[in-house]
């Protein structure tokens, strides 16, 4: 069946530092990627989001790319901060008309060290 | 404007008992759906429901069960609770448009099944 593959688990950086992570996704007719950021004990909130037919977004000090040929889209986190620290879950989604068919990865808990 | 509400926070139930999770929305979204989240294996699809007095079988539906019993709410029947059922679960609500369909997401019920 299809899957989302997300890279690495557990992630640590330097406050200030850049953070990465990186997923797979298995249907290529998936058309919209969001990531979202569950902090302790929270429920997950959407942070970003990208649609098949945009290559990147950016908002702030986070980004996403997107490469459709490769089935691979990433998120990336630039002068993190202590609030970054966070469970990370990106997302693969077939938007149909009348409702969704989305794929979760298995999440990044980010830590970020001070 | 609550946005997507659930009840009990918490459960506890011994193996062989049954119970009913609540989840309602009142931001008039047609899409409703069930997940459950386990350490290091992300947000996993129970059951969706694309409208109302509609329902369907997400990834891991087996054990479970679903009423959509109106446009606002869509409750998930645990029949006879396992242990392997302890996780915690989160109801969420969206609608599709424009390219795009945000998961709101509850608070959450972490239910323990001994």
């Known amino acids: 069946g299809e899957n989302v593959e997300q890279h690495p688990s557990t992630l640590s950086v330097q406050e200030g530092d850049s953070a990465v992570i990186k997923c797979t996704y298995s249907d290529s007719a998936s058309n919209y990627f969001p990531w979202y950021k569950q902090e302790l004990g929270k429920r997950p909130q959407l942070i970003i989001d990208i649609r098949s037919n945009v290559g990147e977004k950016k908002d702030q000090r986070i980004a996403v790319t997107l490469n459709k040929t490769a089935k691979h889209f990433s998120l990336h986190i630039t002068e993190t901060q202590p609030e970054d620290s966070a469970v990370y879950f990106c997302a693969a989604t077939l938007l149909y008309s009348s409702a969704s068919k989305i794929i979760f990865g298995s999440g990044t808990r980010l830590s970020i060290r001070p | 404007n609550a946005g997507v509400t659930q009840t009990p926070k918490f459960q506890v139930l011994k193996t062989g008992q049954s119970m009913t999770l609540q989840c309602a929305q009142d931001?008039?979204?047609?899409?409703m759906y069930w997940y459950r989240q386990d350490p290091g294996m992300g947000l996993r699809l129970i059951y969706y429901s694309a409208s109302e007095g509609t329902t369907d079988k997400g990834e891991v539906p087996n054990g479970y069960n679903v009423s959509r019993l109106n446009k606002r709410e869509f409750s998930l029947r645990l029949e006879s609770a396992a242990p392997s059922q302890t996780s915690v679960y989160f109801c969420?609500?969206?609608?599709?448009?424009?390219?795009?369909?945000?998961?709101?997401f509850g608070p959450g019920t972490r239910l323990t099944v001994l």
């Open positions: 969420a609500s969206s609608e599709s448009t424009g390219g795009v369909d945000t998961q709101y």
């Open positions: 931001m008039n979204h047609n899409s």
